[in-house]
């Protein structure tokens, strides 16, 4: 598998310092945490806002560091979580007197992490709280989770949270409006191929020719069930069906619609599966309010995709509308 790439275990650092030389004017690299902050940071006035999870998920979450959206992401390795130390002096760092707000997917290996972190910058006098993100209805545990994953969907909250921030809202608020968007996003994804981390040189895993992985983690663990290849508005059925259930969504509900790509697929297959949820959702008398196609939350080059739904109200709505001035145009 070619791929551009030195030496892979630099791959992450070279990453960083390249986004950090493309932007100085609004991102500071700190390499020894992997760390990715807003130049202008920490901001005494609001709540600090800091993700991390394992590297290969662009543009999550080092990508969307800036006003309106991260304080900061200290990634891991591809696929690994980052070690404590990193999550530890970047909440140290980014502390402010209005308190950090820790944001974590649920994963096994970043909640041990996360938690560690909060209980020792905690002793050190920082006000800091952890919020764990599951919008993954695919499995309910996985080889990495206890409980269902973090994907996709984790933008919405990363978006709520950081908007209140700006608006100055406090720690307790911002976590009630972030545990409030976590409990009304639900999401599902599917692979048609598998991906081929930097250090390992060859795919995670195998798919047939004719094979697709229904319910598929983003760091390429199994889904729900391992099927044969099928037309788009089927594989469309597939995912949406389970997320629609979920909550459940409802006729009458007004909801965000994101389809999210997982690294390899082109922006115009995106729009074609968008425009066949759309349809199914509509049929069902729940329309469309938001609308987000793009790669958001990635498995490195997997090919294949995730559908998210949130349900909106006009607190939600509002929050998501709010600028942010990120270096990757997602919201």
Not at 148 to 157: H, K, M, T, W
């Amino acid at each position: 598998m070619k791929k551009f790439v030195n030496d892979p275990q630099q791959f992450v650092p070279e990453m960083l310092e390249g986004l950090a030389l493309a932007n100085p004017d609004t991102l500071k690299y700190v390499p020894e945490y992997n760390l990715i902050m807003r130049a202008d940071g920490p901001d005494e006035s609001k709540v600090s806002i800091i993700q991390g999870s394992g590297s290969g998920h662009e543009p999550a979450h080092v990508m969307i560091v800036g006003k309106g959206m991260l304080d900061a992401a200290c990634p891991g390795d591809v696929f690994a979580a980052p070690p404590f130390d990193y999550v530890y002096e970047t909440t140290k760092l980014m502390a402010s007197p209005k308190g950090v707000l820790l944001l974590v997917n649920n994963y096994t290996g970043d909640k041990m992490v996360f938690e560690m972190a909060e209980e020792m910058s905690s002793a050190d006098g920082i006000e800091v709280k952890t919020l764990f993100i599951n919008d993954d209805v695919s499995v309910e545990d996985s080889t990495y989770t206890i409980g269902r994953r973090g994907v996709a969907g984790n933008f919405f909250v990363i978006k709520a949270v950081a908007a209140a921030s700006e608006r100055g809202a406090d720690l307790g608020e911002i976590i009630r409006i972030g545990e409030k968007v976590n409990a009304v996003t639900r999401t599902m994804g599917v692979a048609l191929t598998a991906c081929t981390p930097p250090a390992k040189g060859s795919p995670l895993f195998e798919l047939g020719e004719d094979e697709i992985e229904i319910g598929v983690g983003i760091h390429g663990e199994p889904g729900r069930r391992r099927g044969k290849m099928m037309p788009a508005n089927e594989i469309v059925e597939e995912m949406l069906g389970p997320v629609v259930k979920d909550l459940p969504f409802k006729e009458g509900d007004r909801v965000a619609l994101m389809i999210n790509g997982l690294g390899g697929t082109p922006i115009s297959e995106l729009y074609l599966l968008y425009g066949q949820a759309h349809k199914r959702l509509a049929e069902q008398g729940i329309s469309v309010g938001r609308s987000y196609v793009g790669e958001y939350c990635t498995s490195l080059d997997m090919a294949g995709a995730s559908i998210t739904l949130v349900r909106l109200d006009d607190e939600i709505e509002s929050l998501l509308m709010d600028p942010a001035e990120i270096p990757i145009r997602v919201f």
